[in-house]
């Protein structure tokens, strides 16, 4: 094959519950992941040597260079496959960086799928130590669109029940909210962890179920940046918004709503409310 493409969807912690420290410093998780139907677009042909190309509304500030996520995962695969050929690969960047929604793992991990694919050799899985070691987010984007609970450092990975069929809005403040300086502000590192999800949840009962858990960074990030509070008033004002959540360390903020009509409704009056954000309807795939 002498192209391949991939969808690179938004990935969204619905919960993110800190449990625990290791002495390396990793911070425990218990997380609830998701997908949205927003998504960077990355194309790929096959070329003697591995390249990027980047454009897109949210190009500006993306690195070309080997600490790119896609490259870094297009070496790392092109190593183990033992390839003798690379690929050009563009990327139409579509969702924000350093935002909380793994856009930089989701790029990693559908590269590892569409280099695959390009090349005609076997995936890595998602249980792969190469693949957690690209980033603690990226074994659970390589299980895209499948929704996930993620513990540990992100190496553990189970399936969850069928969550009921929902639309979500994503709000971004256009403020890059580092990971690390989020997890510094963290209070403590040994809280509770997530609430089993109940089996066969209708709408309104998981929304209720959801309300119920956490994201313990959630406070940390609107220290270090208050329109996530200002975001999640405005989600939780709307009587149509089931539930709003901070994804990941922020800043991005999410709305459950029933369904996608209902989520562009709530993304116009998000958009009037805070001009200049980035405001997203997306199907919860």
Same mark, same amino acid.
């Given at each position: ?46 070329? $003697? ?170 406070? $940390? ?65």
């Amino acid at each position: 094959m002498s192209f391949a493409s991939a969808l690179a969807p938004a990935k969204i912690n619905l919960t993110l519950h800190v449990t625990g420290k290791r002495p390396d410093g990793y911070h425990l998780l218990d997380s609830l992941v998701v997908f949205g139907s927003v998504s960077d677009e990355i194309t790929a042909t096959v070329a $003697p040597e591995l390249s990027l190309d980047v454009s897109g509304p949210f190009a500006e500030g993306v690195p070309r260079d080997e600490s790119n996520s896609i490259l870094r995962a297009a070496h790392l695969f092109q190593a183990r496959s033992g390839v003798e050929v690379g690929a050009h690969i563009r990327l139409i960047k579509a969702l924000p960086h350093a935002a909380g929604i793994g856009s930089g793992s989701s790029d990693a991990a559908a590269t590892l799928a569409l280099l695959a694919e390009l090349w005609g050799v076997p995936p890595l899985p998602a249980d792969d130590p190469d693949v957690l070691a690209l980033g603690a987010d990226v074994p659970a984007c390589r299980c895209a669109p499948q929704p996930v609970r993620m513990e540990g450092i992100g190496e553990r990975l189970s399936a969850v029940h069928p969550l009921p069929n929902c639309a979500m809005v994503l709000v971004n403040p256009k403020v890059p909210l580092p990971t690390g300086d989020v997890f510094q502000g963290l209070a403590r590192a040994d809280n509770p962890p997530m609430d089993a999800l109940p089996h066969g949840l209708g709408f309104d009962d998981f929304c209720q179920w959801l309300k119920a858990q956490r994201n313990d960074l959630q406070a $940390p990030a609107e220290a270090i940046t208050p329109e996530v509070g200002r975001a999640l008033t405005q989600l939780n004002r709307l009587p149509a918004v089931g539930a709003a959540v901070m994804s990941g360390s922020g800043a991005t903020c999410v709305g459950l709503v029933p369904d996608i009509g209902t989520a562009r409704q709530v993304a116009r009056v998000m958009q009037v409310a805070e001009m200049g954000w980035w405001v997203a309807p997306a199907e919860m795939l």
